[in-house]
C-alpha cells in the first residue's frame, strides 16, 4: 500500500480550541509577539517542541501503574536499567530528571576553565553547561550541513576532517569529543554510522572518551537503515546498538525518543567516572535508583523504549515530515531539505528576503503562522542566536523557523491543515514585516523578549 497511515488508534483525546484570528491578533499583541508567552490554550497547533509532548501509549501507562516508588531497590529502576542497557550497551546508567542534568552532571566533572569540547552542533543546554564550567564548546558540522537546499543523507555528520585538525591542535585540552544525534540545532538532519565509527577513532586514538548525545537515536537509526549502504536489511536495535557500540557513554533526554514526557540519563562505561557522576547525582537530583524521576516516569521510560523502534513507528514518523516538506517545496516555500526527522524547517530568510536578518524573518514567519492558523513554531536565528556575549548584535548562520513535530499526537489531517496555512501565508508574504526587540533579558532573550512589527 502507498499510503502510510498513523500506526495507532486513539483510545484517548484532547480536545484543540480553535480561536478567531482578530483573538489571534489580540493574543500577540499581549504577548509581546513572543509565542513562548501564549498560553497553549490559546494555541490549535502546537508545534513549539517536540520535547516532552509525545503522547504515551496504553502500554506505557499501564507500565505506570506498576511503578514502584520505593527510594532504594525499586524494580522500576531495574526495568529501566535493563531497557537502556539492552539497547545501548554502557555498563552504568544513571537516571535524571531529564537531559540537561545529564549533561550539568557530565561537565561538572569533565569541564573547567581551558577545556575545549567538539561537537558536530551541541545543542543549546549543552553548549550552556560546558560553558558555564568555564569550557568551549566548539561546531565541527560538515559543509553539507550548513546548506539548507542540499540534498546530502547525512548533514548532520561531523566534518572529519576539522576534527583532525581541531585534536591535533588541542588535544592537551579536550575532555571529551561528543556527537549530537539527530542534529537538532542543524535541523534534525541525521549522522551515518561510518561517521559516527570515524569521529570514535579519532577520540579513541587521542585517548579520549567518546560521549553520544542521543536525543533521537531511533529517528537517527531510521535514516541509517533507508539512507546507508549495506543497512537495510538490518533492524532498528541492531543498528541502534551498533551506533553506541563505539561510544563510551551518552547524555539522553527521554522527553524524544523515549516516548515519554520527562526523564533522561547519563549512560557512562568508565567506573571512576561513574562514581563520581554518582556522587554528583546524590546531590543535585537524587539516589542512583531514581535520579530525579519517580518509579513510574522510569517505567514508562523502559515500555517507551521498546515502542520507539519499531518501524511502523519511525516510518509514520520521518513520513510526516517529508510529506509537508515536499507538499511546501511545490508551493515554493524554502525549507530544510531533505526533511529532518524531528521537524521541518522553513528557511525564512530565503522566504521573505526582503526582511533583512536584523529583523527577525524567522520571527515574522512564526508569528504570521500563529495570526493566520493558530500555530505555535519556534524561531531558530537570529532572535534565538543574534546577541554576542560582548553585548553585540549580529545575524544567526540562518533564520529558520522549526515546526517541531510532537510524537504521535498529529495525524495527517493536521499536516495537511498546516500546508494550507503556510499557503494561504505564501499569498501575502512579500507584505509581512520585521520586527524590533524592546525588551530583552540578558541570556537566551528567545524565551522572554517582547517585539513590536516594524
Ligand atoms: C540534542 C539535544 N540535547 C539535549 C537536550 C536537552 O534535553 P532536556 O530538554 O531534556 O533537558 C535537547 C532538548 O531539546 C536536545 O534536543
Given at each position: 500500500m502507498k499510503t502510510i497511515i498513523e500506526p495507532f488508534r486513539i483510545k484517548s483525546v484532547e480536545p484543540i480550541r480553535t480561536?478567531?484570528?482578530?483573538?489571534?491578533?489580540?493574543?500577540?499583541?499581549?504577548?509581546?509577539?513572543?509565542?513562548?508567552?501564549?498560553?497553549?490554550?490559546?494555541?490549535l497547533i502546537d508545534l513549539l517542541t517536540d520535547s516532552g509532548t509525545a503522547a504515551m501509549s496504553a502500554g506505557q501507562w499501564a507500565a505506570m501503574m506498576r511503578g514502584d516508588e520505593s527510594y532504594a531497590g525499586s524494580p522500576s529502576f531495574e526495568h529501566f536499567e535493563q531497557a537502556v542497557r539492552d539497547l545501548f550497551g554502557f555498563r552504568h546508567i544513571i537516571p535524571t530528571h531529564q537531559g540537561r542534568a545529564a549533561e550539568a552532571i557530565l561537565f561538572s566533572i569533565l569541564g573547567g576553565k581551558g577545556k575545549r569540547v567538539p561537537n558536530n552542533t551541541h545543542f543549546d543546554t549543552t553548549r550552556g553547561n560546558i560553558?558555564?564550567?568555564?569550557?568551549?564548546?566548539?561546531?565541527?558540522?560538515?559543509?553539507?550541513?550548513?546548506?539548507p537546499a542540499d540534498l546530502s543523507p547525512f548533514k548532520g555528520n561531523m566534518d572529519i576532517g576539522k576534527l583532525e585538525s581541531f585534536m591535533a591542535a588541542n588535544a592537551g585540552c579536550v575532555p571529551c569529543v561528543m556527537m549530537t544525534i539527530t542534529n537538532n540545532a542543524g535541523g534534525g538532519q541525521p549522522v551515518s554510522l561510518a561517521n559516527i565509527k570515524a569521529v570514535a577513532e579519532i577520540a579513541h586514538r587521542y585517548n579520549k572518551p567518546f560521549i553520544i548525545d542521543g536525543c533521537r537515536f531511533a529517528e537517527n537509526a531510521w535514516f541509517i537503515k533507508c539512507r546507508e549502504d549495506g543497512q537495510g536489511g538490518r533492524s532498528i536495535p541492531e543498528i541502534v546498538r551498533d551506533m553506541f557500540a563505539c561510544a563510551d557513554g551518552m547524555t539522553m533526554s527521554a522527553k524524544k525518543d523515549a516516548l515519554v514526557n520527562?526523564?533522561?540519563?547519563?549512560?557512562l562505561n568508565d567506573d571512576k567516572l561513574a562514581a563520581q557522576a554518582r556522587m554528583r547525582l546524590i546531590m543535585t537530583e537524587g539516589f542512583p535508583s531514581y535520579g530525579g524521576l519517580a518509579g513510574r516516569d522510569l517505567e514508562a521510560i523502559a515500555q517507551g523504549l521498546s515502542e520507539v523502534v519499531e518501524e511502523d513507528y519511525l516510518r509514520y514518523r520521518v513520513r510526516t515530515n517529508e510529506y509537508i516538506v515536499e507538499r511546501l517545496d511545490k508551493l515554493g516555500i524554502p525549507v530544510v531539505k531533505p526533511a529532518?526527522?524531528?521537524?521541518?524547517?522553513?528557511?525564512?530568510?530565503?522566504?521573505?528576503?526582503?526582511?533583512?536578518?536584523?529583523?527577525?524573518?524567522?520571527?515574522?514567519?512564526?508569528?504570521?503562522?500563529?495570526?493566520?492558523?493558530?500555530?505555535?513554531?519556534?524561531?531558530?536565528?537570529?532572535?534565538m542566536f543574534g546577541r554576542q556575549p560582548d553585548g553585540t548584535e549580529k545575524p544567526a548562520q540562518l533564520d529558520l523557523v522549526r515546526l517541531a513535530m510532537p510524537r504521535r499526537v498529529y495525524t495527517q489531517a493536521h499536516a495537511d491543515y498546516i500546508v494550507e496555512v503556510c499557503e494561504e501565508i505564501s499569498k501575502t508574504s512579500n507584505e509581512l514585516r520585521g520586527f524590533s526587540i524592546v525588551e530583552e533579558p540578558p541570556a537566551l532573550r528567545h524565551f522572554t523578549a517582547r517585539f513590536a512589527p516594524l
Open positions: 480561536t478567531t484570528r482578530k483573538e489571534r491578533r489580540e493574543l500577540l499583541k499581549k504577548s509581546g509577539y513572543n509565542l513562548f508567552a501564549l498560553k497553549s490554550q490559546d494555541v560553558e558555564a564550567s568555564g569550557a568551549e564548546a566548539v561546531d565541527l558540522l560538515c559543509a553539507e550541513g550548513l546548506n520527562i526523564g533522561g540519563w547519563l549512560a529532518g526527522g524531528h521537524a521541518v524547517f522553513i528557511d525564512a530568510r530565503a522566504w521573505l528576503p526582503h526582511i533583512p536578518p536584523l529583523q527577525y524573518p524567522g520571527q515574522a514567519v512564526a508569528v504570521a503562522l500563529y495570526e493566520v492558523g493558530g500555530i505555535r513554531t519556534c524561531e531558530i536565528g537570529t532572535v
